[in-house]
């Protein structure tokens, strides 16, 4: 089976350049970096070293940009291109850019609380008070009401934000603007924004690193970043008034809704009641006409960046679940698979000939 699979890819892609490795260059979200991690280790074993991933975790400020500047081959963004960089790509480059979401995940409040065992209750307010600096210690009525079972010491609280362009910061200030007038008014939504209160530090890895080293601190990591460096994260309240704790079936549960087919949709506080209120697909950044994209040296290239994204959009969701991201659902998959099909490599319609095998 793995033999027949790695020669359809070689066939799909053309043997003229299956002899030579093609190293793609992908930029932005560190989000979902350990899943991207995955899929590289796993996409390079399967074609032999033939096709190699080199993907940057910069955070989705900074993959837009190269996106935009074009020295990637692919970006990778948790908040899809607004409609203001859509015009953009078509005025400066006489092509569309898509957004292909191809996984879920879901952004945590992780905390440092010593002597604090079991996750603690938040709402969507509470939160946005404190990273307003209006709730500033741990043992706030505000947090002490919402867990009336713990004793809450009276430890300042330390807000940590992103530093960086970030799609994580995105779908959490997307939430808060949902769910609190006030920071809607003061702060709003953007992959960056005017912190009102606490320290910055770069990357889902930083902000990690800075709650796991600082008593009293408050950050948002996506899920896996909090499971894989062992912190612990709240439960939040959703719409219909559940406290959950993010994890594959609530991820799932907040992506049950209508899909556009440009796949650019926001899942926060989801009304589903089932569902985590601070989820989000993050998505991959494609020029449609990959001719206009100068990292993008040759058909052959654009042909083995297809079949790459392919395999994601296939093949690869399997490595989803186990990273607790969620897989496509088939709706979704379709979406994603219907968009790709678009892309071609000047007049050749090398996303319909891939897709369509």
């Known amino acids: 089976m793995k033999?027949?699979?790695?020669?359809?890819?070689?066939?799909?892609v053309g043997l003229a350049w299956a002899q030579q490795p093609v190293t793609l260059v992908g930029a932005g979200a560190t989000f979902p970096y350990p899943l991207m991690a995955k899929y590289g280790e796993e996409y390079t074993r399967l074609t032999g070293g033939k096709v190699r991933i080199n993907y940057q975790s910069i955070g989705s400020?900074?993959?837009?940009?190269?996106?935009?500047e074009q020295t990637v081959h692919f970006g990778a963004s948790d908040?899809?291109?607004?409609?203001?960089?859509?015009?953009?790509?078509?005025?400066r480059f006489k092509t569309n850019a898509l957004n292909l979401g191809y996984a879920l995940g879901a952004v945590v409040p992780t905390y440092n609380l010593p002597g604090v065992g079991e996750p603690l209750r938040f709402t969507g307010?509470?939160?946005?008070?404190?990273?307003?600096?209006?709730?500033?210690?741990?043992?706030?009525?505000?947090?002490?009401?919402?867990?009336?079972?713990?004793?809450?010491?009276?430890?300042?609280?330390?807000?940590?934000?992103r530093s960086d362009g970030s799609g994580t910061t995105y779908v959490w200030v997307d939430y808060l603007s949902k769910v609190s007038p006030e920071w809607a008014q003061k702060v709003?939504?953007?992959t960056s924004v005017a912190w009102p209160v606490g320290i910055g530090a770069k990357g889902n890895e930083g902000v990690a690193g800075v709650v796991r080293q600082t008593p009293g601190a408050l950050g948002y990591v996506e899920l896996t970043y909090a499971k894989?460096?062992?912190l612990a994260y709240g439960a939040v309240q959703n719409k219909a008034g559940r406290f959950l704790l993010?994890?594959?079936?609530?991820?799932?549960?907040?992506?049950?809704?209508?899909?556009?087919?440009?796949?650019?949709?926001?899942?926060?506080?989801?009304?589903?009641?089932?569902?985590y209120p601070i989820a989000s697909f993050t998505y991959l950044l494609l020029y449609e006409n990959l001719a206009a994209n100068r990292a993008v040296g040759s058909e052959e290239e654009a042909r083995a960046l297809?079949?790459?994204?392919?395999?994601?959009?296939?093949?690869?969701?399997?490595?989803?679940?186990?990273?607790?991201?969620?897989?496509?659902?088939?709706?979704?998959?379709?979406?994603?698979?219907?968009?790709?099909?678009?892309?071609?490599?000047?007049?050749?319609p090398i996303g319909k000939e891939i897709v369509g095998r």
């Open 306 to 348: 297809v079949t790459f994204v392919h395999w994601i959009l296939t093949e690869g969701q399997r490595f989803n679940e186990p990273l607790t991201y969620g897989a496509l659902s088939p709706v979704a998959q379709q979406r994603a698979l219907a968009l790709l099909a678009r892309v071609t490599y000047g007049n050749k």
């Open 61 to 68: 400020g900074g993959g837009i940009r190269q996106f935009l």
């Open 125 to 161: 307010t509470v939160l946005a008070d404190i990273f307003l600096g209006k709730v500033k210690t741990w043992n706030d009525p505000a947090l002490q009401a919402l867990n009336p079972g713990v004793k809450l010491p009276p430890l300042p609280i330390t807000v940590v934000h």
């Open 79 to 91: 908040a899809p291109l607004d409609d203001q960089r859509l015009k953009e790509v078509r005025e």
């Open 228 to 230: 894989q460096n062992n």
């Open 188 to 190: 709003g939504r953007g």
């Open 3 to 12: 033999h027949r699979i790695l020669w359809s890819i070689f066939v799909l």
């Open 246 to 275: 993010a994890d594959l079936a609530s991820i799932n549960a907040a992506a049950n809704i209508p899909l556009p087919g440009d796949m650019r949709v926001s899942l926060t506080n989801t009304a589903a009641p089932e569902g």
